[in-house]
């Protein structure tokens, strides 16, 4: 198996994490860029590669060139267990559930940077509310927040775009190519959300025979299920801003970026780790 490093460490109930999986023995190597995972399957033809293409708009063009390439290349050893997500349908599915309902979204801008502005221009009349496409410098995201106070003051649903340097408005042209080329709509499971029809990516017909989904027997993988999450974690709460992660009552306590309980305190890009470095109580 090859992963991001972040995956790693993300826990689950009663199976552990990949390191521990890798500490009893499995093959789980990390990798900077899923095309490492081509030079594994070429020098190592008689073993199986499984790469897990988790993610969001970010991380779907690499995985998807891995897909085109392992394709042109004939690596038959070589297949991706897809997890990738879109962020504009479940902005749709928040703004959907009353009690979840934020005034105002904050947009990525390495999302924004592939798929360009142009999207949550329409998103942001569509779901009468602002969007402010911030960067993650502390003055881009302070940009954004007086972006939104300004339109919330207004009373103005819109888009602003506080990333111009990096975010265009059509975004990456070659990355969705790829992207469109390899991948198709499909429906995914979110936490607290349940399944979100159409908010994520699974590899096209075309591309079956490198789809681990369908390549391996169904026990080897169980996705598109319930998650398999640590019950204990109120992730769906915090990630439908519903709870604050330092009013988790495990937050800095038996939960931290060492130790985490939940995906949310795993990567620096979560809220309750970036709540835990930016933020601790
Ligand atoms: S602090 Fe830990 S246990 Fe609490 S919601 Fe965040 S990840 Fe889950």
């Not at 569509?126 to 911030?134: C, E, G, Q």
């Not at 495990?250 to 931290?256: A, D, I, L």
Request: with cysteine.
């Amino acid at each position: 198996v090859t992963t991001f490093g972040d995956l790693l460490r993300v826990p689950s109930a009663s199976r552990g994490d990949l390191f521990a999986a890798k500490a009893k023995g499995a093959d789980v190597r990390m990798v900077t860029s899923p095309l490492q995972a081509l030079d594994f399957a070429a020098k190592h033809p008689d073993q199986q590669i499984v790469h897990l293409a988790i993610g969001f708009e970010t991380t779907a063009p690499a995985n998807a060139m891995l897909a085109y390439m392992a394709r042109e290349r004939g690596l038959a050893n070589l297949s991706l267990l897809v997890s990738q997500f879109l962020v504009p349908p479940i902005l749709r599915a928040i703004c959907a559930d009353p009690s979840a309902a934020p005034d105002a979204f904050l947009a990525a801008g390495h999302v924004c940077a592939i798929t360009g502005s142009d999207p949550y221009d329409s998103l942001a009349r569509d779901l009468n509310r602002p969007i402010a496409i911030t960067g993650f410098e502390p003055a881009d995201i302070l940009l954004g927040v007086l972006d939104v106070l300004r339109l919330l003051e207004r009373g103005q649903a819109g888009m602003t775009n506080a990333y111009a340097r990096i975010v265009h408005p059509q975004g990456n042209p070659e990355a969705l190519r790829i992207m469109d080329a390899v991948f198709e709509t499909a429906d995914r499971e979110w936490r607290g959300l349940g399944v979100v029809p159409m908010s994520g990516l699974s590899l096209r017909e075309a591309y079956a025979a490198h789809d681990a989904a369908r390549t391996f027997p169904a026990p080897c993988f169980v996705v598109d299920q319930q998650p398999n999450e640590n019950p204990e974690c109120p992730a769906a709460d915090v990630l439908l801003g519903k709870l604050q992660p330092c009013d988790c009552p495990h937050f800095q306590t038996r939960c931290t970026p060492d130790h985490p309980l939940g995906a949310p305190m795993v990567s620096p890009e979560g809220p309750c780790a970036a709540f835990y470095l930016h933020r601790r109580t």
